[in-house]
């Protein structure tokens, strides 16, 4: 079990959504929260929502150095961080072939690398600490592809692929990891995709309910509090996740256990 009371918790893509739901959350848990996000302004609202010592920097996330530089900034503020949330990321849906290419790679930057640079920057003193919580958020959108979805899709099966590998690399070393898969939540940057979807986009999504963000951030609470691997708010899609991932959980065990073997031979 992770405890949240007293533990140091950075959120990028803080300032709205369920980002800051699950900061609220998490205050009320008795956590240290700090926010990562671009706007200055956001932020400071942001903060005073989360209210007690919510702490902030900004940075884009796509920026690796920028990225670096806002945790370690927090951390001297604030301590060493015990859970980090990637949760900042965005979706344009489109057809295919008329979004622009500079969109697929802005995805890509914002919404995977974006994790990857969080990531990089507490990695390192976790390991040294022997504890921590990563946690990436991926999507329903990483479970199945959805139409209209093409620029955004890609990036969250991509941060379940980062998740897998981050998980196994530093599993011994007593680090946790996590992954969210969010459905249709209805948050700002949900009300700013439905302004621009192709109609068959809005046609899957308008059969769909979307859940509150707080309800989202209760299950990610309650999954970091468990350790839990995957973090889901609905049965269809923690269905179609473990369906399609059935011997998961054996062939983790299996692939630790060599990794196990090989590091007792030559250690890092």
Do not use: W
């Not at 300032?15 to 008795?30: D, V």
């Not at 932020?43 to 530089?69: K, R």
């Not at 900034?73 to 301590?79: A, D, I």
């Amino acid at each position: 079990m992770t405890t949240l009371a007293g533990a140091h918790l950075i959120i990028t893509g803080g300032s709205e959504g369920i980002g800051l739901a699950t900061a609220r959350a998490a205050a009320r848990k008795g956590a240290s929260v700090s926010l990562i996000s671009r706007g200055e302004e956001k932020l400071i609202q942001a903060a005073s929502q989360v209210g007690g010592e919510c702490d902030y920097a900004t940075a884009d996330v796509g920026d690796p150095v920028a990225t670096s530089l806002a945790i370690a900034k927090l951390v001297e503020r604030q301590g060493p961080c015990d859970i980090l949330l990637c949760c900042a990321g965005y979706a344009v849906p489109g057809y295919f072939d008329e979004l622009a290419v500079e969109e697929f790679e802005r995805h890509m930057r914002v919404n995977y690398l974006g994790a990857v640079h969080a990531i990089r920057a507490v990695t390192p003193a976790m390991r040294s600490r022997r504890r921590g919580h990563i946690l990436v958020t991926s999507s329903t959108a990483g479970v199945i592809g959805v139409f209209g979805y093409s620029a955004y899709s890609p990036t969250k099966f991509a941060l379940r692929g980062l998740a897998e590998v981050i998980r196994s690399e530093t599993v011994a070393h007593g680090v946790n990891v996590g992954i969210i898969y969010p459905p249709d939540t209805k948050t700002p940057g949900f009300d700013r995709e439905n302004l621009v979807k192709p109609r068959e986009t809005a046609a899957i999504s308008g059969s769909i309910q979307p859940i509150t963000a707080e309800k989202m951030a209760d299950r990610i609470i309650t999954g970091i509090e468990k350790n839990s691997f995957q973090i889901f708010a609905d049965p269809t899609t923690a269905l179609l996740a473990r369906a399609s991932g059935l011997i998961g959980p054996v062939l983790r065990r299996q692939l630790d256990r060599t990794v196990a073997r090989a590091g007792e031979r030559s250690p890092r």
